[in-house]
């Protein structure tokens, strides 16, 4: 039994990120994945009614981008000082304004919102990190080292949102590339082949 426990749907969503950032680290988890029915049954008694929710070692942490934050920082990947931690915390929140942006439109079922993400909205953004990793040296968007901002453009570029990745990344060769070698990474490359396949 894992001291670690991940708690949320059947699905990638606003969880994958963290499951990536403990599956590159090595760190044994349980990944609960609860039905509508379990998370009703449980929601009133959560910190903020809702999930994903992170039990780490007996403490509960809440806010996807929090739990992701902080698994990052205990297993390195947040930069080597606080300008590092900075500019990593800058690419997560640029690709989090991508999701958010999605995510609106998916939910509210408006076709032609999701084509203008789809067709705009993630092109501009995805040109905006690919000029922002090739002014850094174009391996890594912080410090010439992995950090969990990478692994979260590799997330929503291999993802995107709902299973809907951007279309293609011709034009930014320098995340394809980055995106390509994170994919080869030995724990990251086990976790994506072992992972349920879900549709959102």
Sequence with gaps: MSDIKLTYFPAKGRAEIARIILSYSGKKFTDERLSGE????????LPYTQ?????????VICQSLTIARFLAAESGLTGRN?????????IVDAVADLQNAFVKVFFAKDQDGVMNALDKTYPAGLANLEKILKSRGGQFFVGNNLTWADLVVFQFVNDGMANTPPKDLKAFPNIADLC???AEFPNIKSWLAARPVTNM
Excluded: C, H, M, T
Excluded at 38 to 45: E, H, L, M, Y
Excluded at 82 to 90: K, M, T, V
């Design 180 to 182: 390509k070698r994170v």
């Design 51 to 59: 999930i994903p929710v992170l039990d780490y070692k007996g403490e």
């Design 82 to 90: 606080n300008l590092e931690n900075a500019q990593a915390n800058e």
């Design 38 to 45: 379990q998370f009703g049954a449980i929601k009133s008694s």
